[in-house]
């Protein structure tokens, strides 16, 4: 039986107040599981990114709530969900958010630092995984030194380097060539994914579509749908308005 890594239950999230109120999620529900790596898929506006804010403790609903692992985050002290984000969550953001002052390693060392690991270690593990991502060679370099693709492997490094039991991708093939974009992705589902580890992906780019377990529609604030795709476990999504319930299949 797969383990739930995420149950979010009836997420709203708005901006703004009266005539200017803007409603981002609407009673958003969904479940993922350990050993799959689940992408969000939708129009630009829809709340994929907003979606991923909240799951991940970045961003606060209005209503409902979210559980990782069975702990309700949003329940959580400040520094009890600054802790959480440390310990169990790696994000790679679109635009990367690299340090342009730091070489690479030191981009890569970050998250070990935040949790006050010595320095040299950090320094050296953050060498270990630049090497799985095949840029030990690039450590010493400042990012904007880097390629597009070499800068997202990068950002990659970093979000793994503490380990983290959820790893989130926000469209991480956007400002990548097909195959620097098919290359990266596959890498991260090879080498990346397994029994203890969820992947989310939010992405627009269906060359990448053959390395996930499932894929959720999102469109105007509401999962729409979802498809099946890979072997990995295969959960019902979560009831919410519109969506349409995924089993098994025969």
């Not at 627009?204 to 729409?224: K, N, P, Q, V, W």
Request: some cysteine; glycine content about 10%.
């Amino acid at each position: 039986m797969a383990r739930t890594a995420i149950k979010a239950g009836a997420i709203e999230k708005w901006f703004g107040e009266g005539e200017a109120k803007t409603l981002a999620l609407r009673g958003v529900s969904l479940e993922t599981y350990f050993g799959e790596m689940v992408y969000i898929v939708g129009p630009s506006g829809s709340g994929k990114t907003t979606l991923l804010s909240v799951i991940s403790g970045i961003l606060r609903p209005n209503r409902g709530a979210v559980e990782v692992e069975g702990t309700d985050i949003w329940n959580l002290s400040s520094d009890g969900l600054a802790e959480f984000r440390r310990n169990k969550i790696g994000f790679v953001f679109q635009d990367y958010h690299l340090f342009p002052r730091l070489t690479t390693a030191e981009n890569v060392a970050v998250p070990l630092i935040l949790r006050k690991t010595e320095w040299g270690k950090a320094i050296r593990q953050a060498y270990e995984y630049l090497d799985h991502v095949g840029l030990k060679n690039r450590a010493e370099l400042p990012p904007m030194k880097l390629s597009g693709g070499e800068q997202q492997r990068v950002a990659i490094a970093r979000a793994i380097i503490s380990q983290p039991d959820i790893l989130i991708m926000d469209e991480p093939t956007a400002s990548l060539d097909g195959d620097t974009g098919r290359s990266i992705v596959g890498f991260v589902h090879r080498e990346l994914l397994n029994e203890n580890r969820c992947i989310i992906v939010v992405t627009h780019d269906d060359r990448i579509y053959e390395f996930a377990s499932r894929i959720l529609h999102m469109e105007d604030g509401r999962l729409t749908g979802a498809e099946n795709i890979g072997a990995r476990p295969e959960p019902a999504l979560a009831g919410n308005a519109g969506a349409v319930a995924v089993g098994p299949r025969s």
